[in-house]
């Protein structure tokens, strides 16, 4: 494998590779937390802690699990490490900040079900990143899934007073402004070169 | 007499049947995962870039969907409600690995063209929602009705998106070429933009078709 830069590494999880637009993970808190710009940045910050703190774990359950040969138990240590990890977040602030808690409500404990953290920690180990390699990489790919959230809820609360026909309304227009938001993310592949 | 009463129980034997046909109908198509529930999106955007691909993943799926349907319903009455999600999340995740295993013995190739997906398949909250809200309250002949019914209806759907793009962006369906060469084919279907607007005219068709079946 050749050496990337750190900087590198996040410029490519955040934009290049986006991995909401580019790898479809997340899209089921991308579909239903997109509607305001407030709930968007939110559920953004949340995300890209759990995946810091994600990510970390993943690292040192990869070097514990290859020390004693147990590769195969990685997917599900991988899932349990964060689901208690998205626990230990919501206990957390539901003690520091009982206002941001009401104002997640049910998309904490839904981030668990957030494919972009379980593949964050998947790719992470497949990629082969050291410690700090790995941080990087988690936190390019937070800020990428919270750029790609409030964008899509911004034009989404745009949309709101446009005179869509009925049967556009709701997913199917979600989808339609994702692919547009897609295909312009595609210039940033130019970037990596 | 004897016979009206034979018919009666006959016809009510039929009727007590429909139920458990229902409950394997109705994934197919009134509660279509994909298309109505709009529910695990993600591997249905990501790997239905070709016909063959999305099958894989779809029949993986009705695999992992059918096997933790059966255990958590069988398990039902001993798992503690406190702790159902993280059981469930486990029991998930072991058939997941399996899943993962079995493609790998099968097919190297299809294993490398899947990737991460095969194990993001423990995320999708397909799974997750029908173990919470049928197979954790239902019997395992139910519960096994409604996890092959889900499971074909996601297949389903994963194959109407993956036709459509490799037909329009590699001019082929299953690798055999299907346009004469002349054909220009549609680049940006195979991109990750051709998944988001392909699922999104798919469900214009259904809210179109839903809308008309209302108003008639």
Same mark, same amino acid.
């Given at each position: 494998m050749k050496e990337e830069s750190l900087w590198y590494i996040f410029i490519n999880a955040s /934009? !290049?590779?986006?991995?909401? /637009?580019?790898?479809? /993970?997340? !899209?089921c808190p991308f579909l239903g937390?997109?509607?305001?710009m407030e709930t968007a940045t939110k559920m953004g910050g949340a995300v890209t802690f759990v995946m810091l703190i994600s990510s970390m774990c993943a690292y040192a359950i990869h070097a514990l699990l290859s020390a004693i040969h147990a590769e195969f138990l990685q997917l599900i240590s991988f899932i349990v490490v964060i689901a208690s990890t998205v626990q230990l977040v919501e206990m957390f602030i539901k003690k520091m900040s009982p206002a941001l808690f009401r104002a997640l409500g049910i998309f904490l404990p839904l981030i668990t079900t957030n494919c972009a953290i379980l593949g964050l920690a998947l790719f992470q180990t497949s990629k082969g990143y050291g410690f700090f390699e790995s941080l990087v990489y988690a936190l390019g790919a937070g800020a990428g899934f919270t750029l790609a959230l409030v964008l899509i809820a911004g034009l989404r609360e745009q949309l709101e007073f446009a005179d869509v026909p009925g049967v556009v309304k709701g997913t199917a227009l979600t989808l339609l402004v994702a692919g547009i938001l897609s295909l312009s993310f595609m210039g940033f592949a130019g970037l990596g070169s | 007499m004897a016979d009206q009463i034979k018919n009666k129980t006959g016809f009510l034997a039929t009727l007590q049947e429909n139920p458990s046909t229902d409950e394997f109908i109705k994934g197919l198509?009134?509660?279509?995962?994909?298309?109505?529930?709009?529910?695990?999106?993600c591997p249905v955007l990501a790997v239905s870039n070709t016909a063959v691909n999305a099958l894989a993943m779809g029949l993986a799926t009705t695999f992992v969907l059918l096997m933790s349907n059966i255990l958590v319903s069988s398990l039902r009455n001993f798992?503690?409600?406190?702790v159902r999600i993280a059981s469930y999340i486990l029991i998930i995740a072991t058939f997941v690995t399996m899943a993962d295993y079995i493609i790998q013995a099968i097919s190297i190739e299809l294993h490398k063209a899947l990737g991460a997906f095969i194990s993001l398949i423990v995320v999708n909250c397909l799974i997750l929602s029908r173990a919470e809200a049928f197979a954790s309250k239902n019997t395992v002949g139910k519960s096994i009705l409604d996890g092959l019914g889900m499971g074909i209806g996601f297949t389903f759907a994963l194959f109407c998106l993956g036709a459509v793009r490799e037909l329009l962006g590699?001019?082929?369906i299953f690798g055999v070429p299907f346009f004469p060469d002349n054909f220009q084919e549609w680049i940006v279907m195979i991109l990750p933009a051709g998944g988001f607007f392909t699922l999104a005219i798919w469900l214009l068709i259904f809210n179109a078709a839903k809308q008309r079946r209302a108003t008639t």
């Open positions: /934009l !290049i590779n986006n991995f909401v /637009l580019a790898y479809f /993970l997340g !899209i937390v997109s509607g305001k | 198509w009134r509660d279509n995962p994909v298309f109505v529930q709009v529910l695990g999106m798992i503690p409600k406190q590699n001019g082929s």
